[in-house]
Each structure stands twice: as C-alpha cells, then as structure tokens.
C-alpha cells in the first residue's frame, strides 16, 4: 500500500505563485509512476501533469506546461512529488490531488493510478 498526503493549497492572487507538495508513504519503493490532477468546481478530475519515476519522462497536459512544473524527491527513506504552479489564473481554482501507482509505468490518465490523497484545494482570487 502506499499512502499520499497532499499539502501546500490555500488562497492565491492571480499571477502568483504556489508549490504543491505531496508526501508518500508506505511501498513507495516500488512506485513507478505519479502524478497531479485537480478538479475544478462543477468538473471532472483531469490530468495536470505525470511522471514516470524510472527515467523521469513526464507528459503534461497542453493546458498546463509552461505554468507548471513537477518534480519528484527520492532520498534513502522518502519520497516526495511536488508541483509548483506560476502565474495562476482564476481558472486554476480546483481541488489538486496526488496519485501514484505501483502497477504501470503509465501515467498519462486517472486509469493509470491505483493511490490516490485526499487534495488540497487551491483557490485563486482575482
């Protein structure tokens, strides 16, 4: 099992800034790919961004790449994934979640990952 614990969310001004955090637990060893999502309000989840753990190949979605960047830390005990979005707009406002996965090395859809954190909500102000 692997547990995820999102962190980092609150309130933002447009065009600012704000790095997600998200702290796996558990099996993480064996974690072979990861990834963002969130899901705005009224909407579905959707892919922010996605990581392959082995070779760090990543795949954004179109929307996102360029404001956001993930990367990933892999010291001797811990694992971590971060997230860090620039120059937010309104329409980022959504709850953004962890997920993990320790059965594909996929990582492009929510189909792809079999752990999930609970969230942590971003909201951006004009």
């Known amino acids: 099992q692997v547990q995820l ?68 830390d892999e010291s001797k005990n811990a694992l971590s994934l971060y997230l860090q979005m620039n120059n937010l707009e309104p329409e980022d406002t959504a709850v953004y979640y962890c997920a993990a996965s320790r059965d594909s090395t996929a990582y492009t859809g929510q189909r792809d990952f079999e752990y999930w954190g609970q969230g942590t909500p971003v909201t951006v102000s004009t």
């Open 5 to 72: 614990a999102e962190s980092g969310g609150g309130l933002v001004q447009a065009g600012g800034s704000r790095r997600l955090s998200c702290a796996a637990s558990g099996r993480t060893l064996s974690v072979y790919s990861m990834g963002w999502f969130r899901q705005a309000p009224g909407k579905g989840r959707e892919l922010v961004v996605g990581i392959r753990m082995g070779d760090g190949s990543t795949y954004y979605k179109p929307n996102y790449e360029g404001r956001f960047t993930i990367s990933r």
